[in-house]
């Protein structure tokens, strides 16, 4: 039990932390002002600020709602309290496990599954419906954002075209999630060739067991996923929440621009909160990365560049460090959870 209370060893975490802010100091050095940043931090509005860090909370709060009513759909009984939980957890792993943009799924997944001893393949159905709302509105955010600017700003042909490639980027993995979450042949070619793969490093395992266990869980998910699909009335308040949540998420943007005193058009956070956002949920993004793309973006969009880097600096307090620190609160006290329900016999 050992890998429930650390799944993910604090040195290879603190290893990433601390090679992306080598990635953000080397950058930093060689193209900011530092007295500049510094004089900028220093109008701070506290109060603004302080705002920020309760929108993002709001922000999680409201995904879990998502959740909520999604498993509730599925009628897989789960308190807000513990969506809440389990969703800070899935956001510790998606800040910390290198990935395709999936790891905080999964983790959840096979969390409450473990501590609910519930039907895994449901929670599955409930997660990747939730991940197809996500990339939804990150898409139409994206598409709305840019239009935006190419109106109001003449951008040189080569960031509208990346900014074109992301957005294309980012509905095809929309397309390819929905795709595979409908159609079972697809779940289960992808199981075949990953058996093929696994088989080509493990030459004596015999896949059978594994086989069979991993096919019956791809049925009870796209059984959920057909009863999420067969009650469209059910998704109205979830698809509400998962508006809400971005609203309150891409809030944290706005009320930093106001913390330090200037006012940002609407079109601008929009398109650089969702181009990174977009990365992130397919999984391109390393620690330093992300703030990188997020201070040449605005720069790219006419913000100077030092109040570009101060505003990302203040958002990636909240959006990175607040979250690790809550979510790995919020890992452990679930870990010590299911820990205790196997001492108690409960855990299966």
Known sequence: MDSLKRPLRLNVVLLLLILGL???????????????????????????????????????????????????????????????????????????????GWSGEVSKTYLFAKDSSQDAGKIGASVVGQKIFTIAITVVALGLGLGLVLISYPLPPIVTFLIAIVLALSILTLSVVYYVSIKPTATKTLLNWSIRIALFF????????????????????????????????????????????????????????????????????????TLTGTLQTVGVTIFGFTEIVMTSSFAFLGIPVDLSFSVTLLTRVVSLWFRLIVSYAALQWAGIKIIRKKQNGNFP
Do not use: C
């Open 202 to 273: 493990r030459k004596r395992w015999n896949p059978q067991n594994f086989r069979l266990k991993a096919e019956e869980l791809l049925d009870k998910f796209h059984l959920g996923m057909e009863q999420l699909g067969a009650n469209p009335k059910a998704l109205v308040k979830p698809i509400i929440y998962a508006i809400i949540s971005f609203i309150f998420e891409i809030s944290v943007v706005f009320l930093t621009f106001i913390a330090l005193g200037y006012p940002v058009p609407v079109d601008k956070v929009l398109i650089v909160f």
């Open 22 to 100: 080598i990635a953000f100091i080397l950058y930093f050095y060689f193209f900011i002002n530092p007295a500049q940043v510094i004089e900028i931090l220093s109008r701070t509005n506290l109060a603004y600020y302080t705002g920020a860090f309760v929108a993002y909370f709001l922000y999680v709060f409201f995904s879990a709602l998502v959740w909520h009513h999604l498993l509730n759909s599925l009628s897989v009984k789960i308190s807000t309290l513990k969506a809440l939980l389990f969703t800070w957890v899935g956001l510790f792993f998606d800040a910390t496990v290198p990935q395709l």
